[in-house]
Nanobody, 125 residues
Framework: VQLQASGGGLVQAGGSRRLSCSASGRAFINDTVAWFRQAPGKERDFVSA????????YYDDFVKGRFTISRDNDKKTVYLQMNSLQPEDTAVYYCAAASFLHDHHYSTERYYNFWGQGTQVTVSS
């Protein structure tokens, strides 16, 4: 089971970036997939998640209205479109997956048992 996060890089404030999380070695269709991020010297925080099945989406308040999560089950890939990026969005972004995750747990990292390696997003002011 592997998750591969990609798409990070350097972007100017106000710009956009799309991250991808590709899965291999598992069914994926039954997974809730989330993005977390960790800024230097800070704990890892929840960003967004997309549920299996109906594809319900969840967002942290700080990114709501700026980020959009989506999934393509055929490609086993989840995307995070990030718009209006701010320097505060600078972090390593991780994708994570869990099968049949209960709605109550979507933002809690300890419930996710598969993790990607992280991709760095740096937003310059």
């Amino acid at each position: 089971v592997q998750l591969q996060a990609s798409g990070g890089g350097l972007v100017q404030a106000g710009g956009s970036r799309r991250l991808s999380c590709s899965a291999s070695g598992r069914a994926f269709i039954n997974d809730t997939v989330a993005w977390f991020r960790q800024a230097p010297g800070k704990e890892r925080d929840f960003v967004s998640a997309v549920k299996y099945g109906v594809g319900t989406t969840y967002y942290d308040d700080f990114v709501k209205g700026r980020f959009t999560i989506s999934r393509d089950n055929d490609k086993k890939t989840v995307y995070l479109q990030m718009n209006s990026l701010q320097p505060e969005d600078t972090a390593v972004y991780y994708c994570a997956a869990a099968s049949f995750l209960h709605d109550h747990h979507y933002s809690t990292e300890r419930y996710y048992n598969f993790w990607g390696q992280g991709t760095q997003v740096t937003v310059s002011s």
